[in-house]
């Protein structure tokens, strides 16, 4: 996707070779403008699907999908990063590891938003692991809903969280794809296939 690679080399700062902060734009202040527009490009992606609910982390997951679900008139979940010590029987639960802040979380989605019946697009800001894309594929699961796939508006490809995904069966779908973030600059994956990696 032109526009958000644009703004990626425009505003995107390299803090190492593996961690990319967009502050400007997706995880503190939000250019909602760019969000309409990764909520369209999802949404085109899986048109082809039929999606009933959107599921996402808090709390930088939240911006991309909520366009997205506005777009298909489907409500938007978002996993919580803190278990709740109450109602702790209501709850589908997953640990995940996180890459950037190098700690396990659970992270819980109260039962009654995800029915077996629900069709789910599962939506992230970025893709390096796949720990947290994984964990909530694993609470859509505890709930006996299918998974329609999985869209990321950043994946950082030489981290091998889609290849991850996709051995789990998944189809992955990611707006920007990474191939290296060495020399201070950010190079992305030439075309938009799998292979080409
Ligand atoms: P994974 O679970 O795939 O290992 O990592 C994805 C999660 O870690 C995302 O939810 C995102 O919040 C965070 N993350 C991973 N790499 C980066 C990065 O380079 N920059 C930022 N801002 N977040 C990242």
């Known amino acids: 996707m032109e526009a958000l690679k644009k703004k990626m080399n425009e505003e995107g700062i390299i803090l190492s070779d593996t961690v990319l902060k967009v ?3 997706l995880n503190h202040q939000i250019d909602p403008q760019l969000m309409h527009e990764i909520g369209l490009e999802f949404v085109s992606r899986f048109s082809k699907e039929k999606i009933t609910k959107i599921l996402t982390i808090e709390s930088s997951g939240i911006a991309p999908a ?10 938007l979940v ?12 209501d709850l589908y639960t997953a640990e995940v590891y996180s890459f950037t802040k190098q700690e396990t979380n659970t992270i819980s989605v109260a039962k009654k938003f995800i029915k ?10 970025f ?3 796949g720990q947290a894309a994984l964990g909530l594929a694993n609470i859509v699961k505890q709930a006996g809903a299918n998974v329609v796939g999985i869209g990321i508006v950043i994946e950082k490809a030489f981290q091998g969280g889609a290849k991850k995904l996709q051995e789990a069966g998944y189809r992955v ?3 920007a ?5 060495q020399n201070g600059k950010i190079t992305f994956v030439e075309g938009e296939h799998y292979e080409t990696i």
Request: proline share 2%.
């Open 23 to 25: 502050d400007s734009f």
């Open 78 to 89: 978002f996993a919580r990063k803190r278990k709740s010590l109450t109602l702790t029987d």
């Open 127 to 129: 893709l390096a692991n």
């Open 116 to 125: 077996k019946s629900d069709s789910i697009l599962i939506i992230d800001d």
């Open 177 to 181: 794809r990474i191939a290296s973030l």
């Open 173 to 175: 779908e990611s707006l």
């Open 66 to 75: 909520i366009m997205a679900a506005n777009e298909l008139k489907a409500p």
